[in-house]
């Protein structure tokens, strides 16, 4: 056996879904970025979903949201790209059923359009990013924090020595 056959083939498919729902205050924005990796063999499968969001604020128009696309696609991507994976039960928009015909699949399209609801996996993959950043931020704060007080007892200690030494 030769280390070429020893070496399982990673097979990627990646599909991208932008949703724009209203939250209640504002309009926001939700790429999911799912991925399906098949193994070498048939049983190693993962679907895996990573999520960015962007709050826009007021209704954004169509040409809007294609600019703000063309602009900021690549950092929302980014974004995605950078988030904590989250496991997924299923690819978006597979189904065992075959593939139905244009016409159908525009008026599925513009009723999903309607909808427009993003996935929970999305949902949870955002929570995931939010999660993380959190932890992030509070590690940093608390390390700042000692930093500060590190700082301000070697000043009180260095103040004492000067003021001993004077007598």
């Known amino acids: ?25 504002f309009w926001v924005g939700v790429l999911e970025h799912h991925e399906l990796r098949h193994g070498g063999d048939a049983i190693s499968r993962a679907i895996t979903v990573r999520a960015a969001r962007h709050v826009f604020g ?15 696609g690549g950092a929302l991507i980014d974004r995605a790209a950078a988030s904590p994976p989250v496991p ?16 159908r699949a525009a008026r599925q399209a513009a009723k999903e359009a309607a909808r427009a609801r993003p996935s929970t996996a999305a949902q949870a993959a955002l ?41």
Not at 140 to 162: G, M, T
Request: with cysteine; charged share 35%.
């Open 58 to 72: 007021a209704e954004p128009s169509d040409a809007e949201l294609y600019d703000f696309l063309l602009t900021h």
């Open 88 to 103: 997924a039960s299923r690819p978006v928009g597979s189904s065992s059923t075959p593939r139905p015909n244009p016409k």
């Open 1 to 25: 056996m030769s280390a070429s056959d020893s070496r399982s083939t990673v097979l990627a498919c990646i599909s991208a879904q932008f949703t724009l729902y209203f939250d209640g205050r």
């Open 127 to 167: 929570a995931a990013a939010r999660e993380e950043t959190a932890t992030r931020t509070s590690r940093d704060r608390s390390r700042r924090r000692r930093q500060k007080a590190d700082e301000e007892w070697a000043r009180r200690r260095e103040r004492a020595k000067r003021r001993h030494r004077g007598r």
